[in-house]
């Protein structure tokens, strides 16, 4: 018996005990960088976020692509968006919380979206931010490929200030890109380009709008498209008057005490349809 304990034998047992003993360790470092939950979000702000995502499709912003964000109620480095789907087909159950890396929280086996880094890195740079919305609006594509700037044609479209900037992805991701937001350093670089404008266009592909709330995001998301076609009729017939800065800025501020008419018309609507 006493020789079990001596020699090789001892060796090997001292060497698997190490073995267990590292593994163990690694556990709780493992349990680590799975990111915290902030707990349950307010079931009113996810019924918002599930009738953004019907809204935007209804309105023609998205199709079976684009998504909509909120940031979590409860912790602002958190974020909800819904799993990678249709977004005329998101309900409360497919929501999953991220955290600002776009880690997953609680995805339980749900695919997440490629392009959720948009919201992430937004999130990081613009503690204002609330809710963001990423679409391929058929409207805005001619002003982000061509270098015309889109720029606010009436009071609706107010918040576009002094003009939309554009996203050029080359620079960061150099000739050969396809074009999507697939990590964090993209979009970190489109935050950039964002900056304090409420709406980024990026060439070749779509834009983004980032706004205080789920409502307010959802009005700019709309009525971007809908400036786009106006200002793209508009040049057709000539050289456009636009809202000059105090204009568009006063504007602004009585339109972001109105979103909830439009909210309610369009949220009735499109929930309808569902």
Same mark, same amino acid.
């Given at each position: 018996m006493i020789a079990c304990f001596c020699g090789q034998p001892h060796a090997l047992g001292r060497r698997f005990l190490l073995a267990s003993a590292v593994a163990a360790a690694?556990?709780?470092?493992?349990?680590?960088?799975?990111p915290a939950s902030a707990g349950p979000a307010d079931p009113a702000l996810i019924e918002d976020l599930v009738a953004g995502n019907r809204i935007l499709y209804d309105q023609?912003?998205?199709? &079976?692509?684009?998504?909509?964000?909120?940031r979590h109620n409860k912790d602002p480095n958190r974020? #909800?968006?819904?799993?990678? /789907?249709?977004p005329a087909l998101v309900t409360a159950d497919d929501i999953i919380e991220y955290d600002l890396d776009s880690n997953p929280v609680n995805a339980n086996g749900r695919s997440s979206y490629l392009e959720r880094f948009i919201h992430g890195e937004i999130y990081k740079a613009r503690p204002d931010v609330k809710a963001i919305v990423h679409s391929h609006s058929p409207g805005i594509l001619p002003f982000a490929d061509?270098?015309?700037? #889109?720029?606010? /044609?009436n009071h609706i479209a107010s918040f576009l200030g002094d003009g939309a900037?554009?996203?050029?992805?080359?620079?960061?991701?150099g000739l050969e890109s396809d074009m999507l937001i697939?990590? +964090?350093?993209?979009g970190k670089a489109l935050a950039v380009t964002l900056g304090n404008h409420p709406v980024a266009l990026m060439r070749g592909h &779509?834009?983004? +709008?980032?706004a205080q709330s789920i409502r307010h995001v959802v009005f700019r998301a709309v009525y971007t498209e809908v400036n786009a076609k106006?200002? +793209?009729?508009?040049?057709? #017939? &000539?050289?456009?008057?636009y809202l000059n800065a105090k204009e568009a800025a006063a504007a602004t501020k009585a339109n972001d005490g109105l979103v909830d008419r439009p909210w309610e018309l369009w949220k009735r609507r499109a929930m309808a349809k569902s």
């Amino acid at each position: 018996m006493i020789a079990c304990f001596c020699g090789q034998p001892h060796a090997l047992g001292r060497r698997f005990l190490l073995a267990s003993a590292v593994a163990a360790a690694a556990l709780p470092a493992r349990a680590q960088n799975v990111p915290a939950s902030a707990g349950p979000a307010d079931p009113a702000l996810i019924e918002d976020l599930v009738a953004g995502n019907r809204i935007l499709y209804d309105q023609n912003v998205v199709d &079976g692509f684009g998504h909509i964000s909120v940031r979590h109620n409860k912790d602002p480095n958190r974020y #909800l968006l819904s799993r990678s /789907m249709a977004p005329a087909l998101v309900t409360a159950d497919d929501i999953i919380e991220y955290d600002l890396d776009s880690n997953p929280v609680n995805a339980n086996g749900r695919s997440s979206y490629l392009e959720r880094f948009i919201h992430g890195e937004i999130y990081k740079a613009r503690p204002d931010v609330k809710a963001i919305v990423h679409s391929h609006s058929p409207g805005i594509l001619p002003f982000a490929d061509t270098g015309v700037k #889109l720029r606010p /044609m009436n009071h609706i479209a107010s918040f576009l200030g002094d003009g939309a900037p554009v996203f050029e992805i080359r620079a960061s991701a150099g000739l050969e890109s396809d074009m999507l937001i697939r990590n +964090a350093a993209l979009g970190k670089a489109l935050a950039v380009t964002l900056g304090n404008h409420p709406v980024a266009l990026m060439r070749g592909h &779509g834009s983004v +709008a980032a706004a205080q709330s789920i409502r307010h995001v959802v009005f700019r998301a709309v009525y971007t498209e809908v400036n786009a076609k106006v200002q +793209a009729e508009a040049l057709k #017939l &000539g050289k456009p008057e636009y809202l000059n800065a105090k204009e568009a800025a006063a504007a602004t501020k009585a339109n972001d005490g109105l979103v909830d008419r439009p909210w309610e018309l369009w949220k009735r609507r499109a929930m309808a349809k569902s």
